[in-house]
């Protein structure tokens, strides 16, 4: 049952319908035209020849003075003659309906009030209905002198023939009808065969393609149709890729990062298991690196956790409205020793105050990270400028520094995971390259933005822009 549902929803069933529809419509329209018209033809021809011998007739009663005395001969045998010819009966009325001649001789003296014949003695004309299989024609006798007929003649007569011919032509048509709609059927079913053909193959290429992500693009170029529809799945296609191979490097840093540490350890921990007699200055020491390494394997994990929390959309963001100079002011305070220890300058400028709907946690670690940048890429005795300003639908931080500089070809690369510029540069530093990453997913949850200008040698400057009220 399903599946004969899909048939009908089908492209393929449609035109086929929409082709049958065209061939037979047409058909059936002509057919009935030239039917009415033969039919409505026919019986003028039949009622004009007929009031043609009635109007002769007429003549001859009036001139037989036929309505005061209907004995003569002469015009008796015509109407005789004119009820055969016809295959039909002639009634003759006078002006009082009375019936005074019948051509088959039964209801002569009897009264006759028809529609035909009222409508004949009112209007002075000749009347006719059709019922059933007969025809009803009524022809007022009246001299051309006086316009007042004197009677009438009611001709009632079969019209069988022509209804036979239409009956033949209709059974005709229904052939030829019959004829039409299987050729559409058979036409129908070929044309949208091959019409939709090209999709079939769209199709195919897909499934073609399904095992694993071979380098190949599909196209089928048969209609503009098919190719937008492979152009749009080789897009995806190749985003699909580029997310595989970005996945896997993702998995493969992983490993790296969280191997480095353990390296360390085993090594540390080898080289005392190795000596007997080490004295216990050196233990302390290898015992020191040991936690150290183990510091830097937790903060790993911890980030790597940070953002794979991220990841999953809708991570419960706890948004509250904030004063912002208050909290920027409150980073600074906290990293302050640690800019202290590079003698590097902490400066925060606030153009304004500004209140926002932020969350306090996730915004406060993105800027950190930012400012903690500042302060571990810079030179000695340099300094970091935090700088706050708004406007009605926006408050703007930006976190400036005196250090190196980041060179424009890893501009575009820093926000990656675990990317870092000058790796044992950055190594001695300190840093795992998650920090950056974990800044713009955390402003882009506040439905932000951040952009970044540097100079080698000169200095870093990152922006951030962020919606003053929080739409969820
Ligand atoms: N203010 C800056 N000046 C110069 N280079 C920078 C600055 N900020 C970031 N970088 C470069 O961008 C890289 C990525 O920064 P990110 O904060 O993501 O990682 P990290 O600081 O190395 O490690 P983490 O922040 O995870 O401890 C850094 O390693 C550094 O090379
Ligand atoms: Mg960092």
Redesign the pocket.
Known sequence: MKKRTKYFKSLKFRIMVILIILGILPGIVVMGMVIQTYEKKAFDLRIGSIEDECGVLCNLLIKENYMNNSSSQAANSKLELLSDIYGGRILVVDRNYQIIQDTYHTDLGKVLISPEVLRCFKEGSSRYTRHEHTITLAFPVMSPEVQQPQGAMLMMISAGEIEDTVADLEQKGILIIGIIAVVSILLGFILSTILVKPFARVTRAIEDLTDGYQNEEISVPDYRETELITDAFNKLLNRMKVLDDSRQEFVSNVSHELKTPMTSMKVLADSLVGQEGIPEELYQEFLRDITAEIDRENKIIT?LLTLVKMDKKAADINIQHMDINQLLEDILKRLRPIADKQKIVLILDSFRPVEADVDEVKFTSAIS?LVE??I??NVDEGWVRVTLDADHKYFYVTVA?S????PEDSLER?FERF????KSH?REIG???????ITRSTIAMHHGAITVFSKEGEG?TFSVRIPLSYIP
Do not use: F, P
Request: glycine share 24%.
């Open positions: 980030d990270n940048n500042g571990k890429y520094d250090g190196m500089g980041i820093i990317y870092r510029v000058d950055s840093g795992t390259g998650l920090g950056l990453s870093t």
